[in-house]
């Protein structure tokens, strides 16, 4: 009966359940309409935290723990088939804001923010978890939902804060109240998930556990063979070579990673900016709105982009590189043009061109990869650029490093990302040359084979 249900679970027939409780998870633990305001929150007066702590000893803990959780995150996802580290990321986020709410000290707050990295290292399960209950054909179209879900829940959140900020008047600490009521909710939402019987790598077919040492049921016939973790690693390596052998996909992988290192470190360290530009304790700052705005305009751009038929084979680096230096241009004049209305509309247009490229290269990366080596291709993209991250934090954000102030770190954000445009601009004027010159031999040769 349990092996029937299961079958159930992965076809088509019971889709619809389980990816509406998912959305609806995505959904409560997106809206967190205190988040755009956290950098102001932990500057309060009660916190007794100097922005020093905050911008240096404190938001790069998060990066830290992220990195050092994603790998075990990832294999332990797929072994513990979805649903235990979807209630993981739950209860994380329960802990990151309850702990928002009322730690006081530096390490308590580091604290929270190594929760907060766990939160979103498993957040890997949240998107996986579609890939055991729902038909291979209709993965794309929950996938969808799916993040869909977020996205309105990240939108919800961040409008309905600023509104109870500038308006309402609301404190920030009701702010945090409603954050951790909401992921409350989610969490009790996760409950109720059925529990899959498959997953990608571990548990490749419909199977029950029937016991701790994770025998697995052969349906078909009955035998009993023991996962072998050894083998299922050997497979990941021979599957990662083989990936990354193509030069398309080690192109947008490489940019991808390197993006993503990026975007990761200005979004993280915007508050920060904007809290120099303007001091939220003597102005009304508008940080939820723009969040809104960024994230709306940014789905759009995400919409209108999947409906354009274009040559990314030959003209995709260099489309990277052009977008590369408009991102290097936002971020510098955010950093130089003192005016919280510039920074705004410098940080919207930073988004939209960075959500537009990383849906251009998952298409590029997704092409002609099974499901199991996009999962294998996303993580290790993901894990390369917290790697490259976490050097960076260390270098030139960490009290231990350099310990840079914020204007600088964001020149060199700016400069990060001019280099990454010099680079797929080098690259791609190579690739256009190497195209045409093999097209010139192809037809000179075309003759003489006549």
């Keep these: 009966m349990a092996g029937a249900r299961g079958a159930r679970a992965g076809g088509g027939c019971c889709w619809a359940l389980p990816t509406a409780l998912l959305c609806a998870y995505g959904f409560f633990c997106s809206v ?11 500057l309060e007066p009660h916190k007794n935290l100097t922005q020093s702590q905050v911008f240096n000893e404190i938001y790069p803990v998060w990066t830290y723990s992220y990195l050092v959780l ?43 923010e190594f929760f907060y990295g766990v939160g979103t290292a498993t957040d890997i399960a949240y998107y996986a978890y579609i890939y055991s209950v729902v038909d291979l054909n209709l993965y794309q179209k929950v996938t969808s939902y799916c993040r869909s879900a977020t996205l309105v ?26 954050s951790l009521t909401c992921v409350s909710i989610a969490f009790g939402m996760a409950w109720f998930l059925p529990m899959p019987q498959k997953s990608l790598f571990f548990h490749h077919a419909s199977s029950q556990q029937i016991s701790r040492e994770m025998k697995v049921i052969d349906c078909k016939n009955g035998s009993a063979q023991k996962v072998d973790f050894l083998k299922v690693l050997r497979d990941l390596w021979q599957d990662f070579l083989q990936c990354y052998s193509s030069r398309t996909m080690l192109c947008w992988s490489v940019w991808w990673a390197l993006s993503t290192c990026g975007y990761f470190q200005v979004i993280n360290y915007a508050q920060g900016l904007w809290e120099m530009v303007l001091p939220s304790h003597s102005s009304e700052i508008y940080n939820g709105g723009v969040e809104a705005v960024s994230t709306l305009l940014g789905a759009v751009a995400v919409f209108v982009v999947g409906h354009i038929k274009t040559s990314w084979a030959m003209w995709g680096e260099v489309a990277l590189a052009l977008f590369s230096f408009l991102i290097a241009a936002a971020v510098y004049i955010m950093d130089t043009v003192h005016n919280i209305w510039v920074c705004y509309a410098s940080y919207v247009v930073f988004r939209i061109i960075y959500m537009l490229l990383i849906t251009i290269a998952t298409f590029q990366i997704a092409t002609n990869l099974s499901v199991e080596r996009y999962a294998l291709v996303f993580g290790v993209n ?17 009290a ?46 075309s003759p003489e084979s006549h």
């Design 32 to 42: 967190r309409p205190s988040e755009p305001f956290l950098t102001r929150y932990l």
């Design 70 to 112: 994603l790998f075990p995150v990832f294999l332990a996802t797929d072994y513990l088939r979805y649903k235990p580290v979807v209630l993981l990321q739950g209860l994380s986020f329960i802990v990151t804001w309850f702990m928002l709410l009322y730690a006081q000290r530096l390490l308590a707050v580091q604290f929270l």
């Design 153 to 178: 829940g990240y939108t919800v959140g961040s409008v309905s804060g600023q509104v109870l900020v500038s308006v309402a008047g609301w404190s920030l600490f009701s702010l945090n109240v409603i």
């Design 382 to 398: 993901s894990f390369i650029a917290l790697a490259l991250q976490t050097l960076l934090t260390l270098i030139v954000v960490d």
């Design 400 to 445: 231990s490093g350099l310990g840079l102030d914020i204007f600088t770190q964001f020149m060199i954000y700016a400069s990060y990302f001019a280099a990454i445009s010099m680079l797929f601009l080098g690259s791609g004027i190579y690739s256009i040359i190497r195209t045409y010159r093999r097209q010139e031999q192809v037809q000179s040769r």
